[in-house]
């Protein structure tokens, strides 16, 4: 508590109190404005030839749908009367006449967002900038979503804000995969020496040294390709008692594990990503995505064009094998101090993860074996990639709730106790909930991020662009001020796509470009891969935060040794992307 006290010093005080005020202030004085956006539906037919529209997964009639211009969700509407007198959303539909002079209806469901314009962005900053200065993120974050409470209008932050950002769906998800399930699936392989004999068992076969280690974690977060929270949670957890007994900084470590999460799932996409993404590419009147095959297809045709992704994979590959040309200064330090002091973090680090569990108390006359790890770990896979072939998606609570269940299943076979086991599961939850309270906050700030609508408002400044070639670069770095100040890639694609690609298109056909898909796709690539980066260097995202639990790294070391690796890559791709976007005309 005396450290928490000691960094909140006046500076950062006197941040979170004059954003506070102003917060209020604009939440109360200024009228917020309104958007109205518009998202395409596809209609669908079952069985018994009843036509549906898919409604964010839910069947809705086609009679439901009103005409366009009897719809009440308008902005000049919303400007001029409460919006409590509104719905939430409606369907819509217009009549669009085809070549050829047959008539066609096209579906939409339409909903309302609001934006204080700039004044949008002061919750996320207040965190950044508090988590930045203080090094203490449980703290900041609340400070955010303080500021995020008092400019949306909600005083009551238990009952308005936190009480149900906490009793959601995702909230849950993360108390009971994150909490329960990975630090009890910690605390067993720390206490039965599973993660050791693994660490052994990979020194003794392919581990040389430090550069072995963290080249063994690369290849891990590219095997492990789902991407995002689950690549984390499994290269961290798999590698770190490897990369701990090679003296591998957590630093580096934590860079490599972030850094092959997102940008692998991006690259190798046999996973959620274009079913998710494909839901937000829709354009009317453009063949090439009218249906969601053609939309999934053009994802993976568009992969080439992820330079980011590809840029940071590499350089991440070269941070591994230390032939990185241009290394931050402070990650050349971290890996000097962990060489020749075995200090893993830095003197004033505080990690997110418990370093009590680096003991392991193996219980006397019991013997460990690297099937103890491997076992659990194959199983896990074997769940979360046979369900996502079978189901369509991965189910990566049944995958570690089977690990843990065998972990736990095989320590008891071979001897340990009930209570020794049951104590262990303990141990690791107990190592993990500083972690999983800040995941809850950095949850709770990203829904207030996307509700006061600093998103929304960002991409309605694309509309006046003059130069079709700088659409790309504009696309990635709104995408990654979205990304990074709510800490969400999928949350950024939801508010960025749906304006990038019909804008695209209309500049592409407009100015007459002679590859107007290919100019679509670049600016697509861009627009993906700038929240990759966003999300990936965020201080409030979940992936930043679990690279840093899984691999006992201080979060704001981590965060600050991978901005300037990541902005390298970022750098080239946007050379690439405006280089190729010239070559459209």
């Given at each position: 508590?005396?450290?928490?006290?000691?960094?909140?010093?006046?500076?950062?005080?006197?941040?979170?109190?004059?954003?506070?005020?102003?917060?209020?202030?604009?939440?109360?004085?200024?009228?917020?404005?309104?958007?109205?956006?518009?998202?395409?539906?596809?209609?669908?037919?079952?069985?018994?030839?009843?036509?549906?529209?898919?409604?964010?997964?839910?069947?809705?009639?086609?009679?439901?749908?009103?005409?366009?211009?009897?719809?009440?969700?308008?902005?000049?509407?919303?400007a001029k009367a409460n919006f409590q007198d509104f719905p939430e959303?409606?369907?819509?539909?217009?009549?669009?006449?085809?070549?050829?002079?047959?008539?066609?209806?096209?579906?939409?469901?339409?909903?309302?967002?609001?934006?204080?314009?700039?004044?949008?962005?002061?919750?996320?900053?207040?965190?950044?900038?508090?988590?930045?200065?203080?090094?203490?993120?449980?703290?900041?974050?609340?400070?955010?979503?303080?500021?995020?409470?008092?400019?949306?209008?909600?005083?009551?932050?238990?009952?308005?804000?936190?009480?149900?950002?906490?009793?959601?769906?995702?909230?849950?998800?993360?108390?009971?995969?994150?909490?329960?399930?990975?630090?009890?699936?910690?605390?067993?392989?720390?206490?039965?020496?599973?993660?050791?004999?693994?660490?052994?068992?990979?020194?003794?076969?392919?581990?040389?040294?430090?550069?072995?280690?963290?080249?063994?974690?690369?290849?891990?977060?590219?095997?492990?390709?789902?991407?995002?929270?689950?690549?984390?949670?499994?290269?961290?957890?798999?590698?770190?008692?490897?990369a701990d007994e090679q003296r591998v900084s957590h630093e580096e470590?934590?860079?490599?594990?972030?850094?092959?999460?997102?940008?692998?799932?991006?690259?190798?996409?046999?996973n959620v990503w274009p079913i998710y993404v494909q839901a937000f590419?829709?354009?009317?009147?453009?063949?090439?995505?009218?249906?969601?095959?053609?939309?999934?297809?053009?994802?993976?045709?568009?992969?080439?064009?992820?330079?980011?992704?590809?840029?940071?994979?590499?350089?991440?590959?070269?941070?591994?094998?230390?032939?990185?040309?241009?290394?931050?200064?402070?990650?050349?330090?971290?890996?000097?101090?962990?060489?020749?002091?075995?200090?893993?973090?830095?003197?004033?680090?505080?990690?997110?993860?418990?370093?009590?569990?680096?003991?392991?108390?193996?219980?006397?006359?019991?013997?460990?074996?690297?099937?103890?790890?491997?076992?659990?770990?194959?199983?896990?896979?074997?769940?979360?990639?046979?369900?996502?072939?079978?189901?369509?998606?991965?189910?990566?609570?049944?995958?570690?709730?089977?690990?843990?269940?065998?972990?736990?299943?095989?320590?008891?076979?071979?001897?340990?106790?009930?209570?020794?086991?049951?104590?262990?599961?303990?141990?690791?939850?107990?190592?993990?909930?500083?972690?999983?309270?800040?995941?809850?906050?950095?949850?709770?700030?990203?829904?207030?991020?996307?509700?006061?609508?600093?998103?929304?408002?960002?991409?309605?400044?694309?509309?006046?662009?003059?130069?079709?070639?700088?659409?790309?670069?504009?696309?990635?770095?709104?995408?990654?001020?979205?990304?990074?100040?709510?800490?969400?890639?999928?949350?950024?694609?939801?508010?960025?796509?749906?304006?990038?690609?019909?804008?695209?298109?209309?500049?592409?056909?407009?100015?007459?470009?002679?590859?107007?898909?290919?100019?679509?796709?670049?600016?697509?690539?861009?627009?993906?891969?700038?929240?990759?980066?966003?999300?990936?260097?965020?201080?409030?995202?979940?992936?930043?935060?679990?690279?840093?639990?899984?691999?006992?790294?201080?979060?704001?070391?981590?965060?600050?040794?991978?901005?300037?690796?990541?902005?390298?890559?970022?750098?080239?791709?946007?050379?690439?992307?405006?280089?190729?976007?010239?070559?459209?005309?």
């Amino acid at each position: 508590m005396s450290k928490l006290v000691n960094r909140w010093n006046s500076s950062s005080l006197w941040i979170f109190v004059v954003a506070a005020v102003v917060a209020g202030a604009v939440g109360s004085w200024v009228a917020p404005t309104w958007i109205v956006g518009r998202t395409a539906l596809e209609l669908t037919t079952d069985d018994a030839h009843r036509q549906w529209l898919d409604v964010k997964g839910e069947k809705r009639s086609v009679n439901d749908a009103i005409p366009i211009a009897d719809a009440n969700l308008t902005e000049e509407r919303l400007a001029k009367a409460n919006f409590q007198d509104f719905p939430e959303a409606e369907l819509v539909f217009e009549t669009v006449e085809q070549e050829g002079g047959e008539k066609q209806r096209k579906y939409f469901l339409l909903q309302a967002y609001r934006h204080w314009k700039y004044w949008s962005f002061l919750p996320a900053l207040t965190a950044i900038v508090l988590c930045w200065l203080t090094k203490e993120p449980l703290s900041a974050l609340l400070a955010g979503i303080v500021v995020g409470a008092l400019l949306i209008g909600h005083y009551d932050l238990l009952g308005e804000v936190l009480i149900p950002a906490i009793g959601t769906q995702r909230a849950a998800t993360i108390l009971i995969l994150y909490l329960w399930l990975l630090g009890g699936l910690m605390g067993v392989w720390a206490n039965t020496g599973a993660s050791r004999a693994f660490a052994n068992y990979m020194s003794r076969h392919f581990v040389r040294g430090p550069r072995s280690a963290k080249f063994v974690a690369w290849v891990l977060g590219v095997v492990f390709f789902q991407g995002g929270t689950v690549s984390a949670v499994l290269v961290g957890t798999t590698v770190r008692p490897l990369a701990d007994e090679q003296r591998v900084s957590h630093e580096e470590l934590s860079l490599i594990v972030d850094a092959t999460s997102s940008p692998i799932a991006v690259l190798l996409a046999f996973n959620v990503w274009p079913i998710y993404v494909q839901a937000f590419l829709g354009v009317a009147g453009v063949a090439y995505l009218a249906t969601e095959a053609d939309r999934v297809a053009f994802f993976f045709r568009s992969v080439p064009l992820s330079f980011y992704a590809w840029f940071s994979v590499l350089a991440t590959l070269l941070v591994a094998i230390e032939k990185h040309p241009l290394l931050p200064k402070k990650l050349i330090l971290a890996r000097e101090r962990a060489r020749t002091t075995g200090e893993l973090n830095g003197p004033d680090a505080e990690p997110l993860a418990d370093e009590e569990l680096d003991e392991e108390p193996v219980p006397p006359g019991y013997t460990p074996h690297v099937s103890d790890f491997v076992l659990p770990l194959v199983l896990l896979l074997t769940v979360a990639i046979g369900t996502y072939i079978l189901l369509g998606s991965p189910q990566v609570l049944w995958a570690f709730g089977a690990a843990l269940a065998l972990s736990a299943g095989t320590a008891w076979f071979k001897g340990m106790a009930f209570k020794t086991i049951i104590e262990s599961i303990l141990e690791g939850q107990k190592s993990v909930v500083l972690g999983s309270v800040i995941l809850l906050l950095a949850v709770t700030i990203g829904g207030i991020s996307q509700e006061v609508g600093g998103g929304r408002y960002l991409v309605t400044l694309l509309g006046g662009l003059q130069w079709y070639w700088l659409l790309p670069t504009m696309a990635f770095l709104i995408s990654i001020v979205i990304a990074f100040s709510t800490g969400s890639s999928f949350a950024t694609f939801a508010v960025t796509l749906p304006l990038v690609m019909p804008l695209a298109h209309a500049i592409a056909t407009g100015q007459g470009l002679a590859h107007p898909e290919l100019f679509v796709s670049i600016c697509f690539a861009a627009s993906l891969n700038g929240g990759v980066f966003g999300d990936q260097c965020s201080p409030i995202s979940d992936t930043t935060i679990l690279s840093s639990i899984c691999t006992g790294a201080d979060l704001m070391d981590h965060v600050k040794t991978q901005i300037p690796v990541a902005g390298q890559a970022a750098l080239l791709a946007v050379a690439c992307w405006t280089t190729l976007a010239l070559f459209c005309a």
